[in-house]
């Protein structure tokens, strides 16, 4: 850049500093395009009421720096004076999103994008409202798959994929919780609550901590779970990797009957699995994944204080007494306890029902012959 040029630039940069727009223009016009510096002229542009000259400018830059900050920050400053909305946000967007992958942004930038901000918020509250009417109108609720949809599209919730840390069968829905009517064959172990809780409250009444529901394990590394050998969060195994605990099966006769209605895989040294789950008050189980998504794991609360609750991806269920919650542990999941009780739930998986007989024999034998190799997988929760 020669020192006129220089000069040209200096001047009209004055003239917009005290804002005459028109002699910032005619300098600058003076200037070869592959000289013009594009920001600048925009801002000429915008002193004076050009738009069409201002977009120009703005798009010369654009084409030249597509993520250059300033220049997509008037851009969408421009289309909301013009009142394009969707364009405006488009254009707040990418510099917000661009503004994330600059180390130090200038500080006088930093009053624009909040402005950016701002407006982001406001056009995704009208699309909020101009989207629920929609459907209003048409006679529909924001419940059930269609209100889990608009969630996750307005960004009210995350979406969640199954992620089991073990193993993966292909092709199932991806589905977080199932609902109790689906299970015939529950209404028979929910019968049974108030005897299986008699059973509870006199092995309670020992007085004797369970055995903590994660272990370490000397042949394996150790878990990375706050929990590992804690009997905040224990476990009173009647079914434990595929054999039945004597003793405490014996203690509990009603339950052991009750399990027998559950469709319980039947893997060696992995299933059938049921226990008593215990969390005392104050215990958070950290978010973590399941080991396989062939499976749906049941609980059965039987003591159920108040502020209890179990998160399975985007959604977050409250256990009630007597009433079965089925889920699919394979998506993250976490529990957690804020009472000042103790919580206990009888937990049991059973094989997803979409899964055939023929692949449901065909799994066991594959996780079989894993074990074989490599030992059956810790559920380190």
Same mark, same amino acid.
């Given at each position: 850049?020669?020192?006129?040029?220089?000069?040209?630039?200096?001047?009209?940069?004055?003239?917009?500093?005290?804002?005459?727009?028109?002699?910032?223009?005619?300098?600058?016009?003076?200037?070869?395009?592959?000289?013009?510096?594009?920001?600048?002229?925009?801002?000429?542009?915008?002193?004076?009421?050009?738009?069409?000259?201002?977009?120009?400018?703005?798009?010369?830059?654009?084409?030249?720096?597509?993520?250059?900050?300033?220049?997509?920050?008037?851009?969408?400053?421009?289309?909301?004076?013009?009142?394009?909305?969707?364009?405006?946000?488009?254009?707040?967007?990418?510099?917000?999103?661009?503004?994330? #992958?600059?180390?130090?942004?200038?500080?006088?930038?930093?009053?624009?994008?909040?402005?950016?901000?701002?407006?982001?918020?406001?056009?995704?509250?009208?699309?909020?409202? #101009?989207?629920?009417?929609?459907?209003?109108?048409?006679?529909?609720?924001?419940?059930?798959?269609?209100?889990?949809?608009?969630?996750?599209?307005?960004?009210?919730?995350?979406?969640?994929?199954?992620?089991?840390?073990?193993?993966?069968?292909?092709?199932?829905?991806?589905?977080?919780?199932?609902?109790?009517?689906?299970?015939?064959?529950?209404?028979?172990?929910?019968?049974?609550?108030?005897?299986?809780?008699?059973?509870?409250?006199?092995?309670?009444?020992?007085?004797?901590?369970?055995?903590?529901?994660?272990?370490?394990?000397?042949?394996?590394?150790?878990?990375?779970?706050?929990?590992?050998?804690?009997?905040?969060?224990?476990?009173?195994?009647? *079914?434990?990797?595929?054999?039945?605990?004597?003793?405490?099966?014996?203690?509990?006769?009603?339950?052991?009957?009750?399990?027998?209605?559950?469709?319980?895989?039947?893997?060696?040294?992995?299933?059938?699995?049921?226990?008593?789950?215990?969390?005392?008050?104050?215990?958070?189980?950290?978010? #973590?994944?399941?080991?396989?998504?062939?499976?749906?794991?049941?609980?059965?609360?039987?003591?159920?204080?108040?502020?209890?609750?179990?998160?399975?991806?985007?959604?977050?269920?409250? *256990?009630?007494?007597?009433?079965?919650?089925?889920?699919?542990?394979?998506?993250?999941?976490?529990? *957690?306890?804020?009472?000042?009780?103790?919580?206990?739930?009888?937990?049991?998986?059973? *094989?997803?029902?979409?899964?055939?007989?023929?692949?449901?024999?065909?799994?066991?034998?594959?996780?079989?012959?894993?074990?074989?190799?490599?030992?059956?997988?810790?559920?380190?929760?």
């Amino acid at each position: 850049m020669n020192a006129g040029t220089s000069n040209i630039i200096s001047d009209a940069r004055a003239a917009v500093q005290r804002r005459d727009g028109a002699m910032a223009q005619r300098l600058l016009a003076e200037l070869p395009e592959s000289e013009m510096p594009w920001l600048l002229l925009a801002q000429a542009c915008n002193l004076i009421g050009d738009a069409s000259g201002e977009e120009a400018a703005l798009q010369r830059q654009l084409d030249m720096e597509p993520r250059n900050l300033p220049a997509l920050i008037l851009s969408g400053e421009l289309k909301a004076r013009l009142g394009d909305d969707r364009a405006a946000k488009s254009f707040f967007q990418a510099a917000l999103n661009q503004s994330t #992958h600059i180390p130090n942004v200038p500080a006088a930038l930093q009053p624009m994008l909040q402005r950016a901000r701002d407006f982001v918020e406001q056009v995704h509250i009208k699309f909020e409202q #101009h989207l629920v009417e929609g459907l209003h109108q048409a006679g529909f609720s924001r419940e059930g798959r269609v209100g889990t949809a608009v969630d996750l599209l307005l960004g009210h919730k995350q979406l969640y994929l199954q992620q089991p840390s073990s193993f993966y069968f292909p092709g199932l829905p991806q589905r977080q919780f199932y609902e109790r009517s689906e299970f015939p064959w529950l209404a028979e172990i929910e019968q049974a609550v108030p005897e299986m809780q008699a059973e509870l409250h006199a092995v309670l009444a020992d007085g004797q901590d369970f055995a903590p529901y994660v272990e370490v394990n000397s042949d394996r590394p150790r878990a990375a779970n706050p929990l590992i050998n804690d009997p905040k969060w224990g476990a009173y195994y009647f *079914w434990r990797n595929g054999k039945i605990v004597a003793e405490n099966a014996a203690r509990c006769p009603v339950t052991m009957q009750a399990l027998q209605q559950a469709p319980m895989p039947l893997i060696d040294q992995r299933s059938p699995i049921a226990l008593w789950s215990l969390l005392k008050p104050g215990t958070h189980i950290q978010p #973590h994944h399941g080991l396989l998504n062939t499976r749906l794991i049941c609980h059965i609360p039987l003591i159920v204080p108040h502020n209890c609750a179990i998160r399975v991806g985007n959604e977050t269920r409250s *256990w009630r007494e007597g009433e079965a919650l089925i889920f699919d542990d394979s998506f993250e999941h976490e529990a *957690w306890n804020k009472s000042n009780e103790t919580r206990v739930i009888l937990l049991f998986e059973i *094989w997803r029902p979409e899964i055939s007989p023929d692949e449901r024999a065909a799994l066991t034998t594959i996780f079989e012959t894993i074990n074989d190799y490599h030992g059956a997988p810790e559920d380190a929760g």
